[in-house]
């Protein structure tokens, strides 16, 4: 199918162009001064961190719009933005403690930022967990838009409460009012890395899609031939 | 303190898992709105939840022997923000999780990422009125659970009716 194929492509130069991105982070960009080499991390954490928030949304826009239209196709996406969110969740989590042992001395804290992305994490896992439990089609799409539409508001509580909280976590320096607070060619490393990011969850969307879409295809015809 | 607050909430959810299990079927049936039903269910247990917590406040009171008389109205108003909060997204999940292969298993591991923010920044907020800091501290977390409250009711109410439509 094409768009397997497309999407293949699209992870495959995603990829390569993150490898790009890390040469040009570790050669190119200069070191921080306090952080050291630990800051490098930043390049994956925050792309990962932004687009594991953004896939929610995502999720819960489509989830609104298929209660609406009953497209088949939005409940695809959304399922299939949810794994991606949960990959990148993952990504947000395991690269967080990497940073935070030489940094703060521990892999993890009850910090409210850290613990507000295991929810987020756990919010996926449990978009994912209802879509297995429900047998239906019908009823599972329409369960997981439910879940979706209420996970896409928590998002901004999620995310409003670091400010609300003592927190250990830096605060944004990139996403905040006013100008970024950041050397320019980190910010342009920083920028090509949200960009490939943005690439790799595109590439990994389509991908899950065509899947799905195949899979229903097969289970289909698996129907229409055991009749 | 605070801690134990957090405790006696979680330890309500753990009853309203149990509340809500039956009679939805019979209920569809009937000629009124799909929303009323949910109102009607939230309000049923948030009824069963505070009836818990009026038992369950003086007590921890007593027991830890806590001024809470001269905080009363700040921290009912916490107290039924939070609580509000996660029966309503409670309410509505548990609808959708009674006709899943794993109901009771399946609702904890909804709900935990939509109870556990209200209810931290109700047990921080409690934290601070009980030690007496000034009311001002706490408005912007009584403002984000009055928020949080408004958003997942007005929510569940427009969404209930998915859930249960044949």
């Given at each position: 199918?094409?768009?397997?194929?497309?999407?293949?492509?699209?992870?495959?130069?995603?990829?390569?162009?993150?490898?790009?991105?890390?040469?040009?982070?570790?050669?190119?960009?200069?070191?921080?001064?306090?952080?050291?080499?630990?800051?490098?991390?930043?390049?994956?954490h925050v792309?990962a961190a932004i687009?594991a928030e953004?896939?929610?949304?995502?999720?819960?826009?489509?989830?609104?719009?298929?209660?609406?239209?009953?497209?088949?196709?939005?409940?695809?996406?959304?399922?299939?933005?949810?794994?991606?969110?949960?990959?990148?969740?993952?990504?947000v989590?395991?690269?967080?403690?990497?940073?935070?042992?030489?940094?703060?001395?521990?892999?993890?804290?009850?910090?409210?930022?850290?613990?507000?992305t295991?929810?987020?994490?756990?919010?996926?896992?449990?978009?994912?967990?209802?879509?297995?439990?429900?047998?239906?089609?019908?009823?599972?799409?329409?369960?997981?838009?439910?879940?979706?539409?209420?996970?896409?508001?928590?998002?901004?509580?999620?995310?409003?409460?670091?400010?609300?909280?003592?927190?250990?976590?830096?605060?944004?320096?990139?996403?905040?009012?006013?100008?970024?607070?950041?050397?320019?060619?980190?910010?342009?490393?920083?920028?090509?890395?949200?960009?490939?990011?943005?690439?790799?969850?595109?590439?990994?969307?389509?991908?899950?899609?065509?899947?799905?879409?195949?899979?229903?295809?097969?289970?289909?015809?698996?129907?229409?031939?055991?009749? | 303190?605070?801690?134990?607050?957090?405790?006696?909430?979680?330890?309500?959810?753990?009853?309203?898992?149990?509340?809500?299990?039956?009679?939805?079927?019979?209920?569809?049936?009937?000629?009124?709105?799909?929303?009323?039903?949910?109102?009607?269910?939230?309000?049923?247990?948030?009824?069963?939840?505070?009836?818990?917590?009026?038992?369950?406040?003086?007590?921890?009171?007593?027991?830890?022997?806590?001024?809470?008389?001269?905080?009363?109205?700040?921290?009912?108003?916490?107290?039924?923000?939070?609580?509000?909060?996660?029966?309503?997204?409670?309410?509505?999940?548990?609808?959708?999780?009674?006709?899943?292969?794993?109901?009771?298993?399946?609702?904890?591991?909804?709900?935990?990422?939509?109870?556990?923010?209200?209810?931290?920044?109700?047990?921080?907020?409690?934290?601070?009125?009980?030690?007496?800091?000034?009311?001002?501290?706490?408005?912007?977390?009584?403002?984000?659970?009055?928020?949080?409250?408004?958003?997942?009711?007005?929510?569940?109410?427009?969404?209930?009716?998915?859930?249960?439509?044949?």
């Amino acid at each position: 199918m094409r768009m397997l194929q497309v999407g293949r492509w699209l992870t495959a130069i995603g990829l390569v162009l993150l490898a790009g991105v890390y040469v040009r982070a570790l050669s190119y960009t200069p070191v921080e001064q306090t952080q050291g080499l630990a800051q490098k991390i930043f390049y994956l954490h925050v792309p990962a961190a932004i687009w594991a928030e953004t896939a929610m949304i995502l999720v819960g826009l489509a989830s609104v719009f298929y209660l609406f239209t009953k497209d088949p196709r939005l409940d695809r996406f959304a399922a299939a933005s949810a794994e991606v969110g949960t990959i990148f969740c993952v990504i947000v989590l395991t690269t967080g403690p990497i940073w935070g042992k030489p940094i703060w001395g521990t892999w993890w804290t009850w910090d409210a930022r850290l613990t507000f992305t295991l929810f987020l994490f756990l919010l996926y896992v449990g978009y994912l967990l209802l879509r297995g439990a429900v047998p239906d089609p019908a009823m599972r799409a329409r369960y997981a838009a439910v879940l979706g539409i209420c996970g896409m508001c928590e998002v901004p509580f999620i995310h409003l409460s670091v400010y609300m909280f003592p927190t250990l976590h830096p605060m944004p320096i990139v996403l905040q009012p006013g100008r970024p607070k950041l050397p320019g060619s980190m910010l342009t490393t920083w920028l090509l890395s949200l960009g490939v990011f943005t690439l790799l969850y595109v590439g990994f969307v389509v991908q899950r899609y065509a899947l799905s879409y195949l899979r229903e295809q097969l289970e289909a015809a698996g129907e229409v031939g055991h009749a | 303190m605070t801690f134990t607050f957090a405790a006696i909430l979680a330890m309500n959810r753990a009853f309203q898992l149990e509340l809500e299990n039956q009679a939805l079927d019979g209920l569809l049936l009937a000629p009124i709105e799909r929303s009323s039903i949910y109102l009607g269910k939230l309000i049923a247990n948030l009824v069963f939840v505070t009836g818990v917590e009026l038992i369950g406040v003086p007590l921890l009171a007593l027991f830890f022997n806590v001024r809470v008389l001269p905080y009363l109205g700040p921290l009912l108003a916490l107290i039924a923000l939070a609580t509000i909060g996660f029966v309503a997204v409670g309410t509505l999940f548990s609808a959708m999780t009674t006709r899943t292969r794993f109901a009771e298993l399946l609702l904890p591991v909804l709900l935990l990422p939509f109870m556990i923010p209200p209810l931290s920044w109700a047990v921080l907020a409690t934290g601070r009125l009980l030690a007496g800091r000034p009311l001002s501290e706490i408005v912007g977390w009584l403002n984000m659970l009055a928020v949080y409250d408004i958003v997942f009711v007005t929510l569940a109410v427009f969404l209930f009716p998915a859930t249960v439509n044949e």
